[in-house]
């Protein structure tokens, strides 16, 4: 089995880690770096559970190679908040409900980042198009939308 070292920076922070060849960059993020944010739902790119960013981009981690990650830049939810000072989106996640079981949430969080910063006055429909690609089994995803519209509105205040 051969293997890679992988040299990254993950939320800002530089990262080495060593890892097999087959690796996803999912296991790497869960089992080596220690952020278990980032949730395994189906391993095949199908329920969003795992996005990430790499190098700003949306994408499910799941079906990286964590050697793709080397020299690159990651996003994971534990980026989000600012120490204890929570992200406006998980703040409003919170407020309005927007979470049951947590499997689904980082990988809403991240997606919705990443909309949000391409585009901070989404309409409904752009919304729920950005978030399309993660599948929630607890909650309707009317209260996902409503929390990430006023996340947004909150974000055009600063």
């Keep these: 089995m051969s293997g890679f070292l992988v040299s990254t920076k993950i939320n800002g922070d530089a ?9 996803t960059l999912l296991d790497s993020l869960r089992n080596r770096v220690g952020l278990t944010g980032v949730k395994e739902g189906c391993g095949t790119g199908d329920c969003g559970a795992c996005s990430i960013t790499l190098d700003g981009s949306l994408v499910c981690s799941c079906l990286v190679l964590a050697a793709e990650a080397d020299g690159r830049e990651i996003g994971t939810v534990e980026g989000l ?3 204890m000072k929570l992200h406006p989106l998980q703040e409003k996640f919170i407020e309005h409900a927007a979470l049951q079981c947590g499997i689904c949430t980082p990988g809403f969080l991240i997606s919705a980042k990443a909309l949000l910063e391409k585009n901070p ?10 978030l399309a690609g993660n599948l929630c089994r607890c909650t309707g995803y009317d209260k996902i939308v409503r929390a990430v ?9 600063k």
């Design 81 to 83: 908040s600012d120490g």
């Design 149 to 157: 519209q006023a996340a947004a509105k909150e974000m055009r205040k």
């Design 121 to 130: 006055k989404p309409s409904e429909k752009e919304i729920r198009y950005a």
């Design 15 to 23: 990262f080495q880690f060593a890892c097999p060849s087959e690796e």
